[in-house]
Structures are given as C-alpha cells and as structure tokens.
C-alpha cells in the first residue's frame, strides 16, 4: 500500500482560505480529486491523507464529503477552534466520521508563537487524547521549543510533525538551530514526522544534494517506522510537480531496505492515522 500522508483539496470561491494570495497562478484555483488522481496513478499511489487548509468547521465538513465520495481518500484531517471550549461538542460529533482521523490548528500562521501554551487552548489537547484522535504539528522552527513543551506535557497525544518542521533550506545558516529542535522532539516524544514539504522550502532550481542534509537527518532521528510521505500537493507546484518531488524522495531515502522504504511511503502512515486498507 502506497499512501501520501499529506494533500490537499480546495476551492477559493469557499472564501475561508485567508493565507491564499488572490491571484497566485499556482495556488489560487480549485483543486479536486480529479486533478490528482492521475498523478497518484503515475506514481502508484493508492490511497491519501486530506488534510485541511481552512480554520473553519465548514470547509472541515467539505473535506469530508469529499472523502465520501473518494474510495482512496482514506482520511481527513480536519479543524477546531481551540480557543472556543464549546467546539468539543464539535470534535466529538466530527469523531464519529470513519474517516475523521484528527485536527490540525493552522499554528504557522498565528501571530503568537506561545499561543500553544496559553492556558485557554490546553483543553483541545487533552480531548484529541480522550477521544483518540491526532494532532499534525504545523509550525516553522521558530515554534520547535514550544512544541517540544506541548508534546511532553502530552505524552499520550498522538501526534505527527507537519513537514519535518519546515526547516528553511533556502538559508541553511538555520541548520543547527532546526536539526537540534527536532532531535529533541525525535528524542522525547512519540511524534511521527512527514517527509514532506522540503523543496518548498528550497530555492527554485533545488536538487537532491539541497535536500540530502535534512531528510538524512530525519531519517537518522526518527527512524523510518516514525517517518511518512507526503506531497503536500498542490502547495508543492511552488518548486516542483508531484512526480518531481516523488523522485527526489526516492532518491533520498534510496539507502532504505525495503522494509524501511515500505514504512515510509506507506505503513507508517497507515498505522499512525489508523487507515482502513
């Protein structure tokens, strides 16, 4: 089984996508299954993980319908108000959707970098636990010591690291500072991380040796049993096509056996998001 543990469907006419430049050729205009499901064909890919783009409950419930209607959209990761106590009873109700597997809080586009330690929100995390469900870690390494505070604080979450962290490879000087961020995380957690999203933060014109440095190490600290693939499609159309971005993740974890390379571009995904295959 082949999975892609992080993609996107959206539609901008939905109107909640307030990251979205209004006229961006890559990013503003209507993503949907058909648009990628030959590229999962081509790349024998056969099952996704849709994750939100949205911090509303409506577009939450679109992606679900969507996945209704998608035999190999085999998840949603969805979206609550952590600042508003009464979206419990939203969580719960989303809770009982088969393919409701968790929530993402969009944290990379608050302005507050400790709004994950404010005492307000501290319930969202506590119930992803009560109700097994997951939690993607969205940030920039700017918010890896807050994270790595919240992910001890809550040993039981379940929880994935959202595009290794987003180590800025377009300014490599910041290297040190992420690879010892992560380690940490890696070291003191149970968090899974996504192989995902590298060459986005890659200068146009990236190559595999651009790359090497930070997928060896993620490799190295988590293991391929805690590590997943993802495309991050259509986001990933800023540096390269699926098939592109595809490739380079082959190559970069070439020196895998084949059980590491089945965790990877799979099962790891499969087992964290507990996906029905």
């Not at 940490?184 to 440095?213: H, M, Q, Y």
Request: glycine share 6%; proline share 6%; net charge negative.
């Amino acid at each position: 089984m082949q999975i892609d543990a992080h993609q996107h469907f959206w539609q901008p006419l939905r109107g909640d996508y307030g990251w979205m430049p209004e006229d961006d050729p890559i990013l503003t205009r209507a993503y949907d299954p058909s648009h990628l499901a030959p590229e999962l064909t081509t790349a024998g890919v056969t099952g996704t993980v849709l994750v939100q783009a949205a911090p509303t409950i409506e577009e939450t419930e679109y992606l679900l319908g969507i996945a209704d209607a998608t035999s190999w959209v085999l998840g949603v990761v969805g979206w609550i108000d952590f600042e508003d106590r009464s979206h419990l009873a939203q969580l719960k109700r989303l809770a009982q959707h088969p393919k409701f597997k968790g929530v993402r809080p969009m944290i990379q586009d608050i302005a507050d970098d400790n709004w994950m330690l404010r005492a307000d929100v501290q319930w969202g995390f506590q119930a992803l636990i009560d109700l097994d469900l997951t939690f993607d870690a969205l940030g920039f390494p700017r918010h890896l010591e807050n994270f790595h505070t919240i992910l001890t604080r809550y040993p039981d979450m379940r929880t994935v690291v959202d595009h290794c962290m987003k180590p800025q490879i377009r300014a490599p000087a910041g290297f040190r500072h992420w690879a010892d961020g992560i380690t940490r995380i890696a070291r003191d957690t149970n968090a899974c991380c996504k192989f995902s999203a590298l060459i986005t933060e890659a200068n146009p014109g990236w190559t595999v040796a651009d790359l090497a440095p930070y997928a060896n190490h993620v490799l190295e600290i988590f293991g391929p049993d805690r590590v997943m693939w993802g495309s991050d499609w259509p986001v990933c159309r800023l540096r390269g096509e699926y098939a592109e971005w595809r490739r380079a993740a082959l190559a970069l974890t070439a020196t895998l056996d084949p059980g590491g390379l089945q965790q990877v571009f799979g099962a790891t995904a499969a087992a964290f998001y507990r996906l029905a295959i």
